[in-house]
């Protein structure tokens, strides 16, 4: 099979009519998507991603009206995060309707709903009257791709399109929530932070994202976004090494002018660190080292969702 690139939205529409698997734009990271009432095409994207089905896909939609048959109810709490946050980076975990299929959600009773605001994905999803499952375009535990040739590298000859819709505003999954009684439960860190979630509801919604306390989301396992080169933190006394790779936060210190170094920001600004995380690691992974070291964020605001993702692509090489 042959992979193409494109832009044309009507193009993918039809591939997705045609119950086709492809590459998709989203403001967070590539997703690989499907029509999601398609047994046969929700198949096709877990033998592509080499998922195992017991790891349930989210649903995207154009609007919360478009989503309403395939919910049961929409608490209040998460209407008020709606208003706030959607269009963008944010999923939803609500009681499914008997619309969904079983092999979406892997058996649960639960469905992730997301309204993505990516304006090509959002003109996409308008011309459909389905909705779209799209997971990460990622292999399995790899690192997600935010630019169309990110994905044709993980993917080529597997899927037969991918549009482009350039780099990902955000560079992270989006932030997933759902409800414990009339409380937001926080089951992903992602592009949204908690300081802003918590803003929005007045209260700081607990997190469980740890692969034991969270059955409800069996993708939050131990080991994920991995690069193949061994990741490690930087740590203080690290002297430079032959044939490594380094990544830095903000600025280059002494002593590594002429190692092989990259920074994520050049500011500081973690909004940018978020942006160019995954897609430095990816080209760090490309070069053949025997090891990359990462400089750690401070443990606030997005910089949580950073190391949450750090400590999932580091812990198989722990
Ligand atoms: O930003 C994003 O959310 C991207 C873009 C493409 O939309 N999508 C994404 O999907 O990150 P994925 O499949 O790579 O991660 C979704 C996570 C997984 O950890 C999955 O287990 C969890 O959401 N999830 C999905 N449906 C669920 C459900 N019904 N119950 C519990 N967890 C669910
Ligand atoms: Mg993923």
Same mark, same amino acid.
């Given at each position: ?5 494109? !832009?044309?939205?009507? /193009? ?7 119950? /086709? ?7 967070? *990271? ?6 999601? &009432? ?8 877990? $033998? ?24 049961? $109810? ?11 946050? =959607? ?10 309707? $008997? ?67 350039? !780099?990902?505003?955000?560079? &992270?999954?989006? #932030?997933?929530?759902?409800? %414990?009684?009339?409380? *937001?439960? *926080? ?12 803003? #929005? ?25 991995? !690069? ?15 044939? !490594? ?12 002018? =002429?190692?092989?170094?990259? #920074?994520?920001?050049?500011?500081? %600004? ?12 990816? #080209? ?35």
């Amino acid at each position: 099979m042959i992979t193409q690139i494109t !832009t044309d939205i009507k /193009q993918a529409a039809d591939a997705l009519r045609a119950n /086709q698997v492809i590459g998709i734009p989203t403001e967070t *990271v590539y997703g690989l998507a499907s029509n999601a &009432l398609s047994p046969e095409a929700v198949s096709t994207i877990f $033998s592509v991603k080499q998922r195992p089905t017991s790891n349930p896909l989210i649903l995207h939609f154009a609007c919360l009206p478009m989503a309403k048959p395939y919910m049961l $109810s929409f608490h209040d709490e998460l209407k008020v995060l709606y208003d706030h946050f =959607s269009p963008g980076p944010i999923t939803f975990l609500v009681p499914k309707t $008997s619309k969904v299929p079983a092999e979406i959600t892997s058996g649960s009773s639960l469905v992730a709903v997301r309204f993505p605001s990516h304006p090509l994905f959002l003109a996409l999803l308008n011309l459909l009257d389905f909705p779209v499952a799209a997971p990460s375009a990622n292999k399995y535990g790899s690192v997600s791709p935010t630019r169309a040739e990110e994905v044709l590298a993980q993917l080529n000859g597997e899927i037969p399109l991918i549009l482009d819709g350039g !780099t990902c505003h955000y560079g &992270l999954e989006s #932030t997933i929530v759902g409800m %414990d009684g009339d409380r *937001v439960i *926080v089951y992903r860190l992602g592009s949204i932070d908690l300081d802003e979630l918590s803003s #929005t509801l007045g209260y700081i919604p607990e997190v469980k994202n740890q692969a034991e306390q969270s059955p409800l989301a069996p993708g939050m396992v131990k080991y994920h976004y991995a !690069t193949r080169t061994p990741l490690h933190y930087l740590t203080n006394d690290l002297k430079f090494e032959e044939n !490594t790779g380094y990544i830095f936060i903000q600025s280059i210190p002494e002593g590594f002018a =002429s190692a092989p170094c990259m #920074t994520l920001s050049s500011t500081g %600004d973690l909004k940018e660190v978020a942006r160019n995380l995954y897609h430095t690691l990816i #080209t760090m992974d490309g070069c053949g080292f025997n090891a990359i070291y990462i400089e750690k964020p401070l443990a606030e605001g997005l910089g949580l969702t950073i190391l949450d993702r750090l400590q999932r692509a580091t812990a198989k090489f722990n």
